[in-house]
C-alpha cells in the first residue's frame, strides 16, 4: 500500500504573524507547486489568516495546534473547529504531548476533539507517545495502545481514512534525542495493526503515521524509508524555511 508521504510544521508557540508570513513565503517560493509530498504547515492561531492567505493557491495546507470540542459559546481563550475552517484550515493538531503534560489534557477530552475536528471535516493529526520513565518500563506499546484506542473511540470507518496519526516519543521531542528507526518502525507497525483492527486492513493501509521528535535533514532519510513512517511532524527544524524544505525534498526521494 503506497501512501503519500506527509510533512508538517508545528510551529508551537513561535513566530509572530508577521515572522510567519515571511517563513511561508520562503516555503511558497520553492515548495508551493511540488505534489509528490503532502505539506501542511500549523502556525499559532494569530498567524493563521495571514498564512491562509500567503498559501492561496499553493499546495500547503494550512493546519491549527488546537481546537476546542464545541462550536462555539463560553469557553474563554478557546477556538472552534468550525473557526478553523473559516480560514481554510485543513488539519489540526490534537493531543501533543505539551497539551497533555502543560494543560491537562486527557483521553477522553482529546477524543471529543477528535470526533468534533471529524464532523467538521478538518483531519486530526492526533498525536500519542510514551515518556521515558514509560519506555523504560516496558509501557511504551500499552501506553501507545490506550492513546490510541481512548482517542479514537466512535470514530467511524468511513471516518478514520481522514486520520493521520502522529507517534512523538515524549523523550525524543526538542531534545535532540531521535529514536532509532527500529524503535520507531516497531511502535509505527504497531499502531498500524491497531488501525486495522480498529477499522479493518484497507482503511487502516490509507491512514498517514508520522514520526515527530528531533527528526531533521541528516536522521529523516532513514525514518522515512521504514515500511510505517509515512512522513514527520516537525517542531525544531520546521522553524528555518531551509531546513523544512530540506525535509519535503527528503520525504519526496523515500516515497
Ligand atoms: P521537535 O522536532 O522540536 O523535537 O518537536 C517535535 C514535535 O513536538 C512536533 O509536534
Same mark, same amino acid.
Given at each position: 500500500m503506497s501512501r503519500k508521504k506527509l510533512i508538517a510544521g508545528n510551529w %508551537?508557540? +513561535? %513566530? +509572530? =504573524?508577521a515572522e510567519a508570513v515571511a517563513l511561508v513565503a520562503e $516555503?511558497?517560493?520553492v515548495a508551493g507547486k511540488q505534489t509528490d509530498v503532502e505539506v501542511v504547515v500549523c502556525p499559532p492561531f494569530t498567524a493563521l489568516e495571514g498564512v491562509a492567505a500567503k498559501l492561496e493557491g @499553493?499546495?500547503?495546507r494550512l493546519g491549527a495546534q +488546537?481546537?476546542?470540542?464545541? %462550536?462555539s459559546g463560553a469557553y474563554t481563550g478557546e477556538i472552534s473547529a468550525e473557526m478553523l475552517r473559516a480560514l481554510h484550515a485543513t488539519h489540526v /493538531? $490534537? *493531543?501533543h504531548s505539551e497539551r497533555r503534560t502543560y494543560f491537562g489534557e486527557t483521553d477522553a477530552f482529546i477524543n471529543k476533539k477528535t470526533l468534533a475536528a471529524l464532523k467538521a471535516e478538518l483531519r486530526p493529526i492526533l498525536c500519542v507517545g510514551e515518556t521515558l520513565a514509560e519506555r523504560e518500563g516496558n509501557q511504551t506499546l500499552k501506553v501507545v495502545q490506550t492513546q490510541i484506542e481512548a482517542g479514537l473511540d466512535g470514530v467511524t470507518k468511513e471516518q478514520a481514512a481522514q486520520l493521520v496519526i502522529a507517534y512523538e516519543p515524549v523523550w525524543a521531542i526538542g531534545t535532540g534525542k531521535v529514536a532509532t528507526t527500529a524503535q520507531a518502525q516497531e511502535v509505527h507497525a504497531f /499502531?498500524? *495493526?491497531l488501525l486495522v483492527r480498529l477499522f479493518g486492513e484497507s482503511v487502516a493501509g490509507k491512514i498517514r503515521i508520522l514520526y515527530? *521528535? =528531533?527528526m531533521k535533514p541528516s536522521n529523516a532519510p532513514e525514518l522515512l524509508a521504514q515500511p510505517d513512517i509515512d512522513g514527520g511532524l516537525i517542531g525544531g527544524a520546521s522553524l528555518e524555511a531551509r531546513s523544512f524544505l530540506? $525535509? /519535503?525534498? @527528503? @520525504?519526496a526521494a523515500a516515497k
Open positions: %508551537k508557540m +513561535n %513566530k +509572530n =504573524s $516555503l511558497v517560493a @499553493a499546495e500547503i +488546537n481546537m476546542h470540542p464545541e %462550536k /493538531i $490534537l *493531543g /499502531i498500524r *495493526g515527530g *521528535g =528531533s530540506e $525535509l /519535503i525534498t @527528503a @520525504a
